[in-house]
């Protein structure tokens, strides 16, 4: 399902921007129930040219299948990089070991196919961080 709730015209200049972004698209989904993958695609400029919800869950996990998100990012005119994120129903922002062991791989895969993948976040209604893989924002 993809989102219109991100404003085209926003520019993500930093991981709280993007953060806050993801949480209105959360916010719109009624989504704090159930982990939400959501992806927000960039331009060369920072600008929003798209966003996504590319996965949705259980109470303690949502599955994505890579293949998903990247048709999204090379179908969406202008892309050139992506960030993605999830919420944590608990109000719980550490990543478990089980994130970190996803952002790895999804960086792996990025690096792959030479797609920028800018952060990969952990969000609540009123927190976030990232999910460490080496060389994100």
Partial sequence: ????????????????IAADI?????????GWEFEHLV???LNNKSNIVGSAVVGIGGFNGAQLAP???FKKFFTTRGATAFIIGHNHPSGNITPSQQDVMFAKNLKSISDQLQVCMLDCLVV????FTNIPTGDLL
């Fill in 22 to 30: 993801i949480c209105d698209i959360v916010e719109s989904t009624n």
């Fill in 124 to 127: 609540t209604a009123t927190d």
């Fill in 67 to 69: 293949a998903i998100l």
């Fill in 39 to 41: 992806a927000l695609f």
């Fill in 1 to 16: 399902k993809v989102c219109d709730k991100a404003d085209k015209s926003q520019v993500v200049c930093s991981p709280r």
